[in-house]
């Protein structure tokens, strides 16, 4: 069984001094591949170093996230970085109008000028939505139309919280969900009716490392080794098994951000369609 994580914050863990065994213990347990996720210059070029040093395993994807909203910021920085081999797509960007909402306006401004060098790239887009579900929608709509050849290459929302409605809207604008720890803590009784409606060809699996731990480790740092849990959470939702959701997670995955194809084999292994 093959997983595949699909948000990893590694800063973190090169401040601890454990990166090495982070990962290392990530492939032990079955995660063999992992998105490295930028958002900010130290962020991105972290991302883009892993890509490097861990090629087949990890891929990255860089920008300017909501928390620069209102600086200046390299664009030609990112547009070097994008060039880089592994380098798979733009993000972490988004809204988050729980925190910032007083800079409402500016992230608009910058999520917009993310979204605009997306299409630009003819790159997917990961993306956070947290109190904005309006204006990313809105925003994430004029992106697809400004990609009309991208089919399911659009991009993913992170860590879905929302109901099924903001699921709905995502999926007809084009976009795939991602699913994190959250969806296995015990009051998660919505999302988890969420993640057993969501179409089996648009869903990720995450950890947000080293954020969110799932249960039954709650209170511990997270890391990419924990997917595991999350996928027991989301197959026990779906009333499948969790070897044929970590294949065709891992497949999703594979096909929007460019990781081996042979994960979409595996896939195939799982559903008895060849």
Known sequence: ???LDSHVHFDDFRETGDLDSVVARAVEAGVENMLAVGGGPAENDLAVELAHAYPGVIRAVVAYDRDNAGREVDMGALGALLQEEGVAGIGEIGLDYYYGAERAIEQRRLFGHMLETAAAHDLPVVVHSREAQADTLAMLADYAAARPAAGSRLGVLHCFTGGIEFAERLLEIGFMISLSGVVSFRNAGELRQVAAALPAER??????????????????RNEPANLIHVARAVAAAR?????????VTACNAARLFGFPERLCAEAGSQTGSG
Do not use: H, K, N
């Not at 869903?203 to 947000?208: A, K, Q, S, V």
């Not at 009333?239 to 294949?247: M, P, Q, Y």
């Open 203 to 220: 869903l990720l699996l995450e950890t947000d490392s080293p954020f969110l731990t799932p249960e039954p480790l709650r209170g511990r």
């Open 1 to 3: 069984m093959i997983l």
């Open 239 to 247: 009333g499948t098994s969790v070897e044929a959701l970590a294949a």
